[in-house]
């Protein structure tokens, strides 16, 4: 580290573990009526956006995680055309779900709104497809949105929150995920991101048995590299209503998906219907 | 960070990104005649050695990059009975290997004893195949090893180094790869840690370029999660003597395996034979 550097380093305690970016500088910060979101320039890893001193997401690596709560839940699904964001204000989880042609109406629902002002202004490529005549951008309580939403009408919920602290706490409980499941119709599928699957499983734990107790009977976790979150691993849950769903997706589609991804692949997806052997004895699969 | 608490941070210039884990002490430290080694003890990732500033592992974490530096390529060869461990002085490898009942003989070079006088210390969990009567221990310079190795004499060779940087420097130019190609036989496999694939495929392209200098036809590279390695997201990359080798493994063999891994399985591999879009277009796939 030379005298010139300027290192914006995040200490996370529930993992003991540390993750920095090498920054030119401070880009703009907003407190928002919920909470503090700051830009940061980096030499190597574009924009940063930090909320309440967290990490969410860089220029360069956030593909991984925005293709990771999408396309897997979406190819898993028969045949997604409903589709609710909870959270997901930055836009670029709303950009991938519109990148499949069967998807009739994408709700993105993030209670803050200068998230998404934040996100058009320094990540306006994320942005791209919030034109799209199918999106619609709300800007609301997600946990209310979820709760009034019309029984059985939706395909797919993803819930793309920050971590259960602060606004997104309400977000991991058997009360939201209740509504999560009068929402979605008998085939359809919840997926939520579930933090690091080599430092957190017990939070996976506790989140599946929350998800249990709202009705959800079948669970699938997909781990995927995420540098900029803390242990560099990171992971998102799948919940279904049914008993004994393998989580089995449409691989012919997904092979052939009309669309560009960076990350993901029907390859990478097939490799996945096996977990980790010690992420399968943690979570007692 | 609360005061009383105490982080070793590496901060990684190439890539532009920090790691670090929240420590309680120092164990040790040894200057050998080589580097400096240092053991630190943390909060939740157990021990972790540090060498030259640089993390090498933590008890919590090393068994990614063990099995995956072993288990694809020992699965991809037909038959592997003589390997070379090249580095590895921490003995995490050569126990990988050795779970393989196929080999017969499994020689680690590492030019630094004290590595693995630490390992013992630290790490005995990694050390606990060094008896096993198929191991060789030799402490001496791996670039003489391999150059005077016989001829043909080997199935595989596992390059397990540090950076290229000091040490390492020469186990990434074409005078090294030339002997390892000359020590395989025909249908031998070469086996290099080869950094992030996220920031440093340049990297990889220039090994790549130099193992094809000394003879070496097709190459397949592999990402996995790292978390102490920087950006979290690491690779070994795979080399063949073989124009058009497919690097496709003996899948019932390693569905079948007669040992216990944490994250290495058969289908994770098979979901690795396609490499993520960007990086396949990095490297010109």
Tied chains: 1, 2.
Aim: charged fraction near 25%.
């Amino acid at each position: 580290m030379t005298a010139n550097d300027n290192w914006y380093i995040e200490h996370f305690e529930p993992t003991g573990s540390a993750i920095g970016f090498r920054i030119t500088g401070k880009l703009d910060e907003v407190q928002s009526p919920f909470q503090k979101i700051e830009i940061y320039d980096s030499t190597d890893w574009g924009k940063l956006m930090v909320i309440d001193g967290a990490m969410m997401l860089t220029t360069k690596d956030n593909f991984f995680y925005h293709e990771m709560i999408s396309h897997p839940v979406l190819f898993t699904h028969p045949n997604p055309k409903r589709v609710v964001i909870i959270g997901g204000g930055d836009c670029g989880t709303l950009r991938e779900v519109l990148k499949h042609p069967g998807v009739e109406k994408a709700t993105q629902c993030d209670i803050d709104e200068q998230v998404t002002r934040m996100s058009e202004k320094y990540f306006p490529e994320l942005c791209e497809r919030n034109g799209d005549p199918r999106a619609e951008l709300l800007f609301d309580d997600g946990v209310a949105y979820m709760a009034n939403c019309e029984p059985g009408s939706v395909d797919v919920v993803i819930v793309d929150s920050t971590d259960p602290v602060g606004p997104a706490e309400g977000l991991f409980n058997k009360a939201f995920f209740e509504s999560c499941f009068r929402a979605l119709k008998d085939d359809g599928l919840l997926v939520q991101q579930s933090e690091s699957p080599l430092a957190l499983l017990e939070l996976i734990k506790d989140m599946r048995a929350e998800m249990g107790k709202a009705g959800f009977r079948s669970f699938k976790t997909l781990p995927f590299p995420q540098p900029c979150y803390p242990t560099g691993w990171w992971s998102v849950t799948l919940a279904s209503k049914r008993d004994g769903f393998g989580f089995g997706f449409r691989q012919a589609d997904a092979a052939a998906k009309p669309f560009e991804t960076l990350y993901y692949t029907a390859h990478l997806h097939a490799g996945l219907e096996v977990a980790p052997p010690f992420v399968a004895r943690a979570l007692g699969e």
